[in-house]
């Protein structure tokens, strides 16, 4: 025997777990770097109006919990992924979409577990799942942030999950009870998958005598709503909550039945509001491929290879139960409102993936097996398709965003003492884009105002308080979805445009996506301009008394009208500043202020009644509010000064104290672990 002879060729077990590797690690890894690269090429970011509020209830989840009376935020689902990824890498833009990208992203993933699962073989599934990945509508929904996204997820688990764990059916039932029981508590939606769940359980039980799976679930299911009811019942008094606070529905009227009832299918089969795409070419290709099948199934005696099989009509029940329930069920389960039907794209989410898995499935199905190399071509050309068309659907996102970012790094080498824009934006402006240059930047808060010709009456109202240096943007309106684009300052539905004293400074062109476009543009104010009206601080002419002035400013400010209540209390604290009234006066004049979002004057006023009253009985609400305008001014370090100073001198504030021991908490939730870290070992 010769033992110096060695053989180079892998042994059978070698072989195998090279092979295991391949199938259960490289390709998935390829799969889930291609469709996060192709989200981060498309990102569209903050386009939805819904972010403002998703973003809040995220950070302030992540700080100290939900807030029990919030519909929304007792659908933990919505935000639990977000505060997670806010407690570990701190409040920004990236753990904003980080979770929507990697959620819609690992979706390819799944689809290629089923693919394999069902026995296609590995680089017909990885091309498949390639094409889905590219899918238009998971690509756009992968670049922006909707709560629709995390269902779809959910959703798309759970289907992997029936699939995949098929010969486990005990593990099977756990897992598609947990995913169903978490996407309920995202949107209660999720049941519109329950008929055709329930139907395949009943198949599986009469034709192959597999029952545990269906049993499992159901006893899972009920276990997880039953605990959870249980926790809601104690906490509440109510079993179901979120189900008697949802949002709110919008009844259609008769005459617009119509085209309520077509609004969704066209949304499908047509485009969105902009006129770009949504989900392409795909439901065309299902059409096309379900009849093909359909024909097939019809003509199997003829010698027709092809036909419908039970996997075919799964996938079909699976989009077609949902997107029926979805277009004619109740909305809110109110049958009063019934033609309340959902309104906007993103509700669609949950059909694209299993819509697109059936695609390829089809793709792959109706291509002969020696012609290999054409269901492979095939898939790569579909890909291509998806590429193209998902660049159209993110295109209005993706415009809106690069002209924000150049927006933001030209502020940011000017650093303005004041920046006014459209109050959605603002938000964000404050809070992400330049939340860091607080201290130098005031983002001049535009509040509950929309239309075009309310902001500019804002402005003709306001300028007077701004300083020279100031910058404003305009043309830049709100979102890009939900027809909130002439929001804001829109200089061509203005009546009487700028004061000459605005002058421009940048010209970015306008938005071509914009049905009604007008170039994005950034003025500088170059001069303090004169009042055009009194002021709300001005004082009240007349001989009232200190109470009756104090009276007519209460019934302003009970009727929410703290502009026209302020002059009131102002002029009941300087007029009569001996009177029993005016240490309240000053404290509601103050808050009147804060009402406002004028917040550098509420601070100013709330300091000098500190000053003036060093032992009042406003004095822990001024430094509390206080630490608000500062953290509104995005100056934490002066805003938990404040709070700690509530907490420190006044211990026994049973209700200020816990609340600014809650914005301390929101305040740290802002810092991820990693800062917080760095922070404790004193590494800057």
Same mark, same amino acid.
């Given at each position: 025997?010769?033992?110096?002879?060695?053989?180079?060729?892998?042994?059978?077990?070698?072989?195998?777990?090279?092979?295991?590797?391949?199938?259960?690690?490289?390709?998935?890894?390829?799969?889930?770097?291609?469709?996060?690269?192709?989200?981060?090429?498309?990102?569209?970011?903050?386009?939805?109006?819904?972010?403002?509020?998703?973003?809040?209830?995220?950070?302030?989840?992540?700080?100290?919990?939900?807030?029990?009376?919030?519909?929304?935020?007792?659908?933990? @689902?919505?935000?639990?992924?977000?505060?997670?990824?806010?407690?570990?890498?701190?409040?920004?833009?990236?753990?904003?979409?980080?979770?929507?990208?990697?959620?819609?992203?690992?979706?390819?993933?799944?689809?290629?577990?089923?693919?394999?699962?069902?026995?296609?073989?590995?680089?017909?599934?990885?091309?498949?799942?390639?094409?889905?990945?590219?899918?238009?509508?998971?690509?756009?929904?992968?670049?922006? #942030?909707?709560?629709?996204?995390?269902?779809?997820?959910?959703?798309?688990?759970?289907?992997?999950?029936?699939?995949?764990?098929?010969?486990?059916?005990?593990?099977?039932?756990?897992?598609?009870?947990?995913?169903?029981?978490?996407?309920?508590?995202?949107?209660?939606?999720?049941?519109?998958?329950?008929?055709?769940?329930?139907?395949?359980?009943?198949?599986?039980?009469?034709? %192959?005598?597999?029952?545990?799976?269906?049993?499992?679930?159901?006893?899972?299911?009920?276990?997880?709503?039953?605990?959870?009811?249980?926790?809601?019942?104690?906490?509440?008094?109510?079993?179901?909550?979120?189900?008697?606070?949802?949002?709110?529905?919008?009844?259609?009227?008769?005459?617009?039945?119509?085209?309520?009832?077509?609004?969704?299918?066209?949304?499908?089969?047509?485009?969105?509001?902009?006129?770009?795409?949504?989900?392409?070419?795909?439901?065309?290709?299902?059409?096309?491929?379900?009849?093909?099948?359909?024909?097939?199934?019809?003509?199997?005696?003829?010698?027709?290879?092809?036909?419908?099989?039970?996997?075919?009509?799964?996938?079909?029940?699976?989009?077609?139960?949902?997107?029926?329930?979805?277009?004619?069920?109740?909305?809110?389960?109110?049958?009063?409102?019934?033609?309340?039907?959902? #309104?906007?794209?993103?509700?669609?989410?949950?059909?694209?993936?299993?819509?697109?898995?059936?695609?390829?499935?089809?793709?792959?199905?109706?291509?002969?097996?020696?012609? @290999?190399?054409?269901?492979?071509?095939?898939?790569?050309?579909?890909?291509?398709?998806?590429?193209?068309?998902?660049?159209?659907?993110?295109?209005? @996102?993706?415009?809106?965003?690069?002209?924000?970012?150049? $927006?933001?790094?030209?502020?940011?080498?000017?650093?303005?003492?004041?920046?006014?824009?459209?109050?959605?934006?603002?938000?964000?402006?404050?809070?992400?884009?330049?939340?860091?240059?607080?201290?130098?930047?005031?983002?001049?808060?535009?509040?509950?105002?929309?239309?075009?010709?309310?902001?500019?009456?804002?402005?003709?109202?306001?300028?007077?308080?701004?300083?020279?240096?100031?910058?404003?943007?305009?043309?830049?309106?709100?979102?890009?979805?939900?027809?909130?684009?002439?929001?804001?300052?829109?200089?061509?539905?203005?009546?009487?445009?700028?004061?000459?004293?605005?002058?421009?400074?940048? /010209?970015?062109?306008?938005?071509?996506?914009?049905? /009604?476009?007008?170039?994005?543009?950034?003025?500088?104010?170059?001069?303090?301009?004169?009042?055009?009206?009194?002021?709300?601080?001005?004082?009240?002419?007349?001989?009232?008394?200190?109470?009756?002035?104090?009276?007519?400013?209460?019934?302003?400010?009970?009727?929410?009208?703290?502009?026209?209540?302020?002059?009131?209390?102002?002029?009941?604290?300087?007029?009569?500043?001996?009177?029993?009234?005016?240490?309240?006066?000053?404290?509601?004049?103050? $808050?009147?202020?804060? %009402?406002?979002?004028?917040?550098?004057?509420?601070?100013?006023?709330?300091?000098?009644?500190?000053? #003036? #009253?060093?032992?009042?009985?406003?004095?822990?609400?001024?430094?509390?509010?206080?630490?608000?305008?500062?953290?509104?001014?995005?100056?934490?370090?002066?805003?938990?000064?404040?709070?700690?100073?509530?907490?420190?001198?006044?211990?026994?504030?049973?209700?200020?104290?816990?609340?600014?021991?809650?914005?301390?908490?929101?305040?740290?939730?802002?810092?991820?672990?990693?800062?917080?870290?760095?922070?404790?070992?004193?590494?800057?």
């Amino acid at each position: 025997m010769d033992v110096s002879r060695t053989d180079s060729s892998p042994t059978p077990f070698a072989a195998g777990r090279w092979s295991a590797l391949l199938r259960r690690v490289v390709l998935p890894a390829v799969i889930l770097a291609w469709a996060c690269a192709l989200r981060v090429v498309f990102f569209s970011g903050f386009v939805l109006c819904d972010d403002r509020e998703e973003f809040w209830i995220a950070v302030h989840a992540s700080a100290y919990g939900p807030v029990l009376s919030d519909q929304f935020q007792l659908r933990f @689902g919505i935000w639990l992924f977000n505060a997670a990824a806010f407690k570990l890498f701190g409040v920004s833009e990236f753990a904003f979409f980080a979770p929507t990208v990697l959620m819609s992203a690992s979706l390819g993933v799944a689809g290629y577990a089923i693919l394999v699962r069902w026995g296609y073989a590995l680089l017909p599934a990885f091309a498949a799942a390639l094409m889905i990945a590219a899918a238009p509508f998971e690509v756009l929904l992968g670049t922006l #942030r909707a709560n629709d996204v995390i269902l779809a997820w959910l959703v798309g688990l759970a289907l992997a999950a029936l699939i995949v764990l098929d010969s486990r059916p005990v593990w099977q039932g756990l897992a598609v009870a947990l995913f169903g029981w978490l996407a309920f508590y995202v949107k209660l939606w999720v049941v519109y998958f329950l008929p055709v769940l329930g139907l395949h359980y009943l198949l599986e039980t009469w034709r %192959r005598g597999r029952w545990r799976g269906g049993v499992v679930f159901a006893l899972a299911s009920l276990v997880l709503h039953g605990a959870t009811c249980a926790f809601w019942k104690r906490r509440t008094g109510t079993w179901l909550p979120f189900l008697w606070h949802h949002a709110a529905t919008y009844p259609v009227r008769p005459e617009d039945l119509s085209r309520v009832f077509r609004i969704y299918p066209d949304l499908l089969l047509h485009g969105s509001e902009l006129g770009t795409t949504l989900f392409g070419s795909v439901p065309y290709l299902v059409v096309l491929g379900l009849a093909l099948k359909l024909a097939g199934t019809g003509a199997r005696r003829l010698g027709v290879p092809y036909r419908m099989d039970a996997r075919d009509w799964a996938l079909f029940g699976c989009y077609a139960s949902f997107l029926l329930l979805l277009n004619f069920f109740p909305n809110s389960f109110t049958f009063d409102r019934y033609y309340s039907v959902p #309104r906007i794209f993103r509700y669609l989410a949950p059909l694209s993936f299993p819509m697109t898995l059936h695609l390829a499935k089809m793709v792959l199905d109706l291509v002969p097996a020696r012609a @290999g190399w054409l269901s492979l071509a095939a898939l790569l050309a579909l890909t291509g398709s998806n590429l193209r068309q998902s660049a159209q659907a993110t295109a209005p @996102g993706r415009a809106y965003r690069a002209r924000l970012m150049a $927006i933001v790094r030209d502020v940011r080498e000017r650093r303005p003492p004041m920046l006014v824009t459209e109050g959605w934006v603002s938000y964000f402006l404050s809070n992400v884009y330049l939340r860091d240059l607080a201290r130098k930047i005031e983002v001049v808060p535009v509040i509950d105002i929309y239309d075009a010709r309310d902001y500019e009456a804002w402005l003709w109202r306001r300028q007077s308080g701004l300083v020279p240096g100031t910058l404003l943007l305009t043309g830049f309106g709100s979102c890009v979805h939900y027809s909130a684009i002439r929001d804001g300052f829109r200089l061509a539905l203005f009546q009487r445009g700028l004061d000459p004293a605005w002058k421009l400074l940048k /010209d970015y062109g306008p938005l071509a996506y914009h049905p /009604d476009p007008e170039p994005v543009r950034l003025w500088k104010l170059t001069e303090r301009l004169p009042a055009t009206q009194p002021k709300p601080a001005d004082l009240v002419e007349g001989s009232q008394g200190p109470e009756e002035l104090f009276k007519a400013g209460m019934g302003r400010f009970d009727e929410g009208k703290p502009a026209e209540a302020a002059p009131y209390f102002h002029t009941v604290a300087t007029d009569f500043p001996a009177s029993p009234f005016a240490e309240d006066a000053e404290y509601y004049y103050a $808050i009147c202020l804060f %009402r406002e979002g004028r917040w550098r004057e509420t601070i100013t006023a709330f300091e000098e009644l500190v000053g #003036r #009253r060093t032992a009042g009985r406003w004095v822990p609400a001024a430094y509390y509010h206080i630490g608000l305008s500062y953290a509104a001014l995005g100056d934490h370090d002066r805003a938990r000064e404040a709070f700690e100073t509530v907490r420190r001198k006044f211990p026994r504030e049973e209700t200020l104290g816990p609340n600014a021991a809650d914005q301390l908490a929101l305040l740290d939730a802002q810092e991820s672990l990693l800062e917080r870290l760095r922070k404790w070992l004193g590494i800057r």
